[in-house]
């Protein structure tokens, strides 16, 4: 007989953690779902165990993974917004690195070997205009989000060169859009076009004039659902960085059109300059995952879209 996976998992509260804890469970695992809330979600899955700490508390951590003999961590908890990490920077540093080194503490204390993080592909350099980014591309994060998540990564990486942890995946996530029973607020492209949209706003580009298709930024973006069918396969998988996207960049004027035609409404433009030093044009190439998985990503944007 198979033994239930015991699956902690930290964010629950966020977009992807919600799913997560979802998902998981409807695979038959055993969630512990982390969060910060008073009262318990009426999303939580009937199965679901949900437990409250502050992120950095290693010894409640600890004490959670120990009752629950807890087999897997996926650490999705972390501060997520690049402009706000440069206003309150120590803040982030605190929750996202502090955080992190405290999970893994916890795990060495409590004796949970495997971990899955999710990263991000702004830890890779900006060295041209257009990025075609694997997992051999140069890092150099542009901003103290994407920096914190570079140290999180390289603190777990030295946990399984010490042997304090036998097993993790790190997982360079591309722009997540699709559905999930919590969402974090607006902070994708796509939530903010689809705010506009429902509100009747206008909706603001940086610049037109960028070398994509119709002179848009251009990003990569990945449904959640896609990523959650990754994550399935993750446990007992080898250890590794692993990028996760479409393979594919969307300019932001597609990803409008997209909003227009699913809502049937009119998004009104605004264009201002472009921010110095931004990348015109992202993809996420995901070969590795398909080698190592047999992972491929299957849900287009317009289904993430009327999934929302």
């Given amino acids: 007989m198979t033994k239930t996976r015991v699956i902690l998992i930290t964010g629950a509260d966020g977009t992807l953690g919600s799913a997560a804890t979802v998902a998981c469970c409807a695979r038959g695992d055993r969630v512990i779902a982390l969060g910060r809330r008073k009262v318990i979600p009426a999303w939580l899955p009937s199965g679901a165990v949900y437990a409250t700490a502050d992120i950095r508390d290693e010894s409640r951590l600890a004490e959670i993974m120990t009752e629950n003999s807890v087999d897997s961590v996926f650490h999705f908890a972390s501060l997520k917004n690049v402009g706000e990490s440069e206003r309150i920077p120590l803040e982030y540093c605190s929750v996202n690195i502090d955080g992190t080194r405290a999970v893994l ?45 570079l140290l999180g990564e390289r603190f777990i990486q030295e946990y399984a060169e010490k042997k304090w942890i036998s097993d993790f995946q790190i997982l360079r996530l591309a722009n997540l859009v699709g559905p999930a029973p919590s969402a974090s607020g607006v902070n994708t492209f796509l939530d903010i076009a689809l705010d506009a949209a429902r509100k009747g706003k206008p909706i ?41 996207g479409s393979g594919k960049a969307t300019t932001l004027k597609q990803v409008i059109a997209a909003v227009e035609e699913v809502t049937d409404t009119k998004v009104s433009l605004v264009v201002q300059e472009s921010t110095p030093g931004a990348l015109a044009s992202v993809v996420v190439e995901s070969a590795l995952a398909k080698k190592m998985f047999g992972w491929e990503p299957s849900v287009g944007l317009l289904d993430s879209i009327r999934a929302l």
């Fill in 204 to 244: 603001t580009l940086s610049g037109i004039h960028h070398p994509t298709s119709d002179g848009s930024m251009a990003r990569d973006f990945v449904d959640i659902r896609d990523v959650l069918r990754l994550m399935q396969l993750l446990p007992g998988a080898p250890s590794g960085t692993f990028n996760v």
């Fill in 105 to 149: 503490s916890a795990m060495k204390a409590a004796g949970v070997q495997h971990i899955v993080f999710a990263s991000t592909w702004a830890v890779y350099a900006s060295c041209t205009p257009v990025a075609q980014l694997n997992e051999s591309s140069p890092v150099g994060p542009a901003s103290t989000y994407a920096l914190t998540k």
